[in-house]
């Protein structure tokens, strides 16, 4: 998903192990293609519904994979406090006819503020949240090189302009617009300089 860079979204895609059977779902013993196993005569209220054991072990995967990605998720927005949204989830229905989360993203806001030493703080806000989850995914480590990068740019315009007020910043400092210009050419061999595009973990 790409978005501008403003509405940054953290997301734990099923990769790895989040990763979901795609595939139809397991048959049962009677040829159900979802497995399950009704009671003889017509469906009522109180009939049981059985489970074989595949499609048993799909439910248990399947709510494992949803305690993850809901764990995942609710990492990234308590971390992000202020500049997190909610969560959204992608769903897949089990064999026993509920729905399992088995992806999550959460909209985080990584836009600079109006002040350097504020987007400094808020990329700091930003990395932390992209980097709560206890296995952060690839995405995730991209948010936070991103935010390093905007931090490093803001932490060189802090510079800059306690330099232009001060009239420098001691003997043997390196001039501001030095500095400045190594840390946006740091951020540019990253690969993260460019606005063009939006970041999804």
């Given at each position: 998903?790409?978005?501008?860079?403003?509405?940054?979204?953290?997301?734990?895609?099923?990769?790895?192990?989040?990763?979901?059977?795609?595939?139809?779902?397991?048959?049962?013993?009677?040829?159900?293609?979802?497995g399950?196993?009704?009671?003889?005569?017509?469906?009522?209220?109180?009939?049981?519904?059985?489970?074989?054991?595949?499609?048993?072990?799909?439910?248990?995967?399947?709510?494992?994979?949803?305690?993850?990605?809901?764990?995942?998720?609710?990492?990234?927005?308590?971390?992000?406090?202020?500049?997190?949204?909610?969560?959204?989830?992608?769903?897949?229905?089990?064999?026993?006819?509920k729905?399992y989360?088995?992806?999550g993203?959460?909209?985080?806001?990584?836009?600079?503020?109006?002040?350097?030493?504020?987007?400094?703080?808020?990329?700091?806000?930003?990395?932390?949240?992209?980097?709560?989850?206890?296995?952060?995914?690839?995405?995730?480590?991209?948010?936070a090189?991103?935010?390093?990068?905007?931090?490093?740019?803001?932490?060189?315009?802090?510079?800059?302009?306690g330099?232009?007020?001060?009239?420098?910043?001691?003997?043997?400092?390196?001039?501001p617009?030095?500095?400045?210009?190594?840390?946006?050419?740091?951020?540019?061999?990253l690969?993260?300089?460019?606005?063009d595009?939006?970041?999804?973990?």
């Amino acid at each position: 998903m790409w978005t501008v860079a403003a509405d940054l979204s953290i997301s734990s895609l099923p990769i790895g192990s989040y990763g979901t059977p795609r595939s139809r779902p397991a048959r049962g013993e009677d040829g159900n293609a979802s497995g399950v196993k009704g009671g003889g005569g017509s469906a009522g209220a109180t009939d049981t519904v059985t489970l074989s054991d595949a499609a048993q072990q799909q439910v248990q995967k399947l709510k494992q994979i949803d305690a993850n990605v809901r764990q995942h998720e609710a990492a990234h927005q308590a971390a992000g406090g202020s500049h997190a949204g909610g969560a959204s989830f992608t769903y897949t229905r089990g064999p026993d006819g509920k729905n399992y989360a088995t992806a999550g993203e959460v909209p985080i806001d990584v836009s600079a503020e109006s002040e350097p030493a504020a987007t400094i703080a808020k990329m700091e806000q930003v990395k932390a949240a992209a980097l709560a989850p206890a296995d952060p995914s690839p995405q995730d480590m991209r948010v936070a090189a991103q935010a390093d990068a905007a931090k490093l740019k803001a932490q060189a315009d802090l510079r800059r302009q306690g330099g232009e007020g001060q009239g420098g910043e001691g003997q043997g400092a390196e001039p501001p617009a030095a500095r400045a210009a190594a840390a946006y050419g740091a951020a540019q061999s990253l690969g993260y300089a460019r606005s063009d595009r939006g970041l999804t973990v």
